[in-house]
């Protein structure tokens, strides 16, 4: 009995603390270094470096989701929100570990202005956005107790 209710309990505030913490950073956060941080450098870099926390609590609450699903007796087609946890950690992982270190390196190299170092920030925001909007939809609609 208490492990039936303790487990989806579990899963809200995992789903809450990764979804709420993107749209707070991305939303809130960052625009606010933007806007009051006079250097674009410096808020770029805590913008950074508050977003590579956000992935790693993502990647830790994204796989507990995960397993929690997975212990799940569900019919298969109501496993559907297993498959978008799935792709929420596929794009944190392709963010974190694939995009960043190639900004990382653009910026260290002073390349900020360049194309590339635009093209692989806009396609960094396209995912975190992506991972936004997924999270958003199982918040709204992946929940069933």
Known sequence: M????????????????????LWVSGFIVAP????????????????GSLFSIMSFIGLACGTLLLGLR????????AR????VIVVMLVLVLAGEFVLSPMIAELRAAGQVESSRFGQLHGLA?????????????????????
């Open 70 to 77: 997975l212990l799940r007796r569900e019919h298969p087609a």
């Open 32 to 47: 606010l270094l933007f806007a009051g941080l006079e250097s674009p450098a410096q808020a770029g870099s805590l913008a």
């Open 125 to 145: 925001a396209v995912l975190f956005i992506g991972n936004c909007v997924l999270g958003l939809v199982l918040v709204a609609f992946g929940q069933r107790d």
């Open 2 to 21: 208490i492990m039936t209710s303790l487990l989806p309990a579990l899963e809200r505030v995992l789903l809450t603390l990764w979804v709420g913490g």
């Open 80 to 83: 559907w929100p297993l498959l």
